[in-house]
Every structure is written in C-alpha cells, then in structure tokens.
C-alpha cells in the first residue's frame, strides 16, 4: 500500500462505516473511531455504531478486522478534543505496529480536524468548572449564549458545555484559543475520502433508519439510561427516547422529533465538509462495490 492512513467521513446515514469495513476487509485495514457518540458505551443502535446489535463485551473486532475507540467511555464521563487525539493517537500506534493500515470513520468534524491539523494549546479545565459548565448548558441555555461571543453557532449540549468551560476557566473564548499555533497532528497527509449523498437520499435514509433503531435495542439502550440516571442528551435519540419512556411524549413524536434532529445535524456536517474539509477522493452517493474498486485502484 502506498497510502499510509485513511478518513473518511460524510454525514450521518451515508453509508461511511459499510464501506469502511469492506474496505479494511480488502486492504488490510483497521477501524479507528472519529464519532463522538460511538465512543460511548451503551448506545450502539441510537448512536448507528458498527456494534449495533451485535452481542458481546467486547469491541474491538468485526469479521476479523480490529476496531479501535468504539464503546470504551461509559456515558458519565466527557472526553475534551485533546483526550480524543490522545487515544487516537495510541490506537494509530497500535495499529501501525500491527502492520495494518489505519482507516478513521467518522462525522465528528472537530475529531477529524485535530487528526489532520492537531490542536492549540487551551490550559487544562478543571472539574469543578466542567460541571459547572454543563449544569448550566442543561439548566439554563439562554444565559449560557449570553456569555459566548455573538458569533458561536449554536450547537450540539457537548461543544456548547466546552465552549462554555473553557470560557468560565480562562476569561477567553474558545475561539481565541483556536487561532494559536496548533500542534500533534496525527495523519496530515492521511487520503481523505468523502461520502457524501445527495439530501434527498440522506433524508430518506434518516426516516428510513430511526423507526428501525426503535424497533430494534434503542428502547433497552434509553430504558438504561433512565434506570441508572444517566444523561440524556448524549446523542441524538436519547434524549426523545427518555422522554417517551417518561410519558412526556407519545413515541411517533419521539420519533419524528429524532428524524428533525438529525436532519438538522447532517445539514450541519454537509456545511463542514464544503467549508473545512478538502477531500482527495468524493462519492456522491450511497458507496457500491463499483466505488470499493476505484478507492482500492486510487490508494493502492
């Protein structure tokens, strides 16, 4: 192989770990997690990880391919940009010396970028702050932007509670911490490849998806994390489940309400990719075989 390393990314539904898989299956690859929700444990169906309904303890192989940063973090704990490019870093390591090529999955935008440009130096936070930081983006949203800058984009809870911390620990915004000089790239000249269908396509697949993520362990995944109090919103779905199980509201709403989530969320990583994203390698739909053999032929 020429190719040292892999991304490759696209929104939410584009069929991106499929065709990670086959792909690793013929190159001798393996499977490095970039998706800020698949890391998390317990969430494999509402979070549409490869280990969805899959039975077992352990996630770190599927048919004989190794699978790195999948379901290791329980969901009470929070993983900060830098702690990510520190596990990914030690996942490259591993599967480098394993003599495999390493493939990144995944559609968290600020995972990838800290992969392929490495991250600035923003002084640690402390717990205190962290909690802090998140009672307030639960609790109380509106005073929360009043202390960011006019111009953040509102987002998901988890990059809003960073933006927030980093803001109550060290006076500055997280935006001006962003504009030092970054250092720690992983895979700067990683073959970036982009999956990414036409909206029509995504969406349907969107309302395809969610009735059978329902249908299938995300009401035990949700059940779960109402038993143990366990927070909600970690990832689209959860959140609409628990308040379904609550009696809050009725399951079509849940579901239709999850279906408006993530359509919302793929318009925001389909912005990403055109603004910050330069991809090597583009498909621009739903990947089949016929693109396996061009990306094989590309990086081989």
């Known amino acids: 192989m020429k190719t040292k390393s892999l991304i490759i990314t696209g929104p939410t539904a584009s069929g991106k770990s499929d065709f990670a898989h086959k792909l690793a299956c013929q190159i001798n690859g393996a499977i490095i997690n ?32 190794p699978y790195k940063l999948f379901s290791i973090l329980p969901l009470s704990e929070h993983l900060s940009v830098a702690d990510y490019l520190r596990l990914a870093t030690d996942a490259f390591n591993e599967v480098v010396a394993m003599g495999k090529t390493p493939i990144f999955v995944g559609g968290t935008g600020y995972y990838i970028n800290v992969l392929i440009n490495g991250i600035s130096s923003i002084p640690e936070v402390s717990e205190e702050t962290r909690k802090r930081a998140r009672d307030m983006v639960k609790n109380n949203i509106d005073e929360v932007y009043k ?42 000249d990683a073959c970036k490849i ?23 362990d995300a009401l035990i995944e949700a059940k779960n994390i109402t038993a143990n109090n366990m927070e909600e919103n970690r990832a689209i779905g959860t959140e609409q489940l628990c308040k379904m199980l609550r009696g809050e509201i009725s399951q079509q709403d849940a579901i239709n309400n999850w279906i408006t989530k993530t359509n919302q969320y793929a318009k925001r990583q389909r912005t990403w990719f055109k603004t910050q994203y330069v991809s090597d390698y583009q498909i621009l739909r739903v990947p089949t075989d016929d693109d396996l053999e061009k990306v094989i032929e590309k990086i081989s």
């Open 34 to 65: 970039c998706d800020s929700v698949q890391i998390y444990r317990g969430i494999e169906t509402v979070s549409a990880s490869p280990f969805a309904g899959v039975k077992t303890d352990s996630f770190d192989e599927l048919d004989g391919v």
């Open 147 to 188: 202390l960011l800058p006019a111009d953040f984009v509102k987002t998901d809870p988890q990059r809003t509670a960073r933006a927030l911390e980093v803001f109550l620990e060290t006076g500055k915004p997280l935006s001006d911490w962003q504009k030092l000089p970054r250092s720690g790239a992983l895979v700067p």
């Open 194 to 216: 982009l999956i990414n269908p036409k909206r029509e396509i995504l969406l349907e697949r969107i309302a395809k998806r969610v009735p059978e993520m329902v249908s299938g």
